[in-house]
């Protein structure tokens, strides 16, 4: 690929365009049951490792009725990994890539992330607060807003332990941040 340029905030408008256009596609495929999109065998294995038993079982079946646009998913999908070749947006980064996700969670990840970078926090905190994406974007999904906010923190947690060798290889806190945050949804 050429060597880009990085998204800014001066392109903000361009790329929000660019992430309404693929939502809107997105939202024409055909939808499947969003728990396909996880491998929760794997996910279980953190359980060995620190991860609160039976959890994963928990947020498996919260989001058992969510159903979203089968898609591929990039991941991590964010300003940073979005570059301008000429002027065309190109994407970079695809190692949480996933061909059995939906862009639902790259959409959210999109605007989560921003916020979280704006208040200086973790994806993990930044999620739970209130947002009207959030709010849309389960309007538009016929969902709620918890519901797509444990499908996010699956997508991320799922694509966090695709990075590893295995689940002995993710540090100790990093599954404390998902103790905490699965804990809170599946008691919301």
């Known amino acids: 690929m050429a060597k880009g340029i990085p998204a800014t905030g001066a392109e903000a408008e361009e790329v929000e365009r660019f992430v309404a256009s693929k939502l809107e596609q997105a939202l024409h495929y055909p939808t499947q049951r969003a728990s396909k999109s996880f491998d929760f065998n794997k996910l279980r294995s953190l359980e060995l490792h620190g991860m609160e038993k039976g959890l994963i079982q928990k947020i498996e079946a919260l989001v058992g009725c969510v159903q979203l646009p089968a898609t591929s998913a990039h991941g991590d999908f964010h300003l940073g990994n979005i570059l301008f070749v000429g002027s065309a947006i190109k994407i970079i980064d695809w190692s949480m890539f996933s061909c059995k996700g939906s862009f639902i969670t790259d959409y959210i990840h999109f605007y989560n992330f921003r916020n979280a970078v704006a208040h200086k926090e973790s994806w993990s905190v930044a999620i739970l607060k209130k947002a009207a994406y959030l709010e849309s974007i389960a309007s538009l999904c016929s969902t709620s807003p918890r519901h797509l906010r444990a499908v996010y923190c699956l997508s991320r947690i799922s ?15 990093q599954i404390k941040k998902y103790n905490r945050i699965l804990s809170f949804l599946t008691n919301e």
């Open 159 to 173: 694509g966090e332990l695709g990075l590893r060798k295995g689940a002995a290889h993710v540090h100790l806190n």
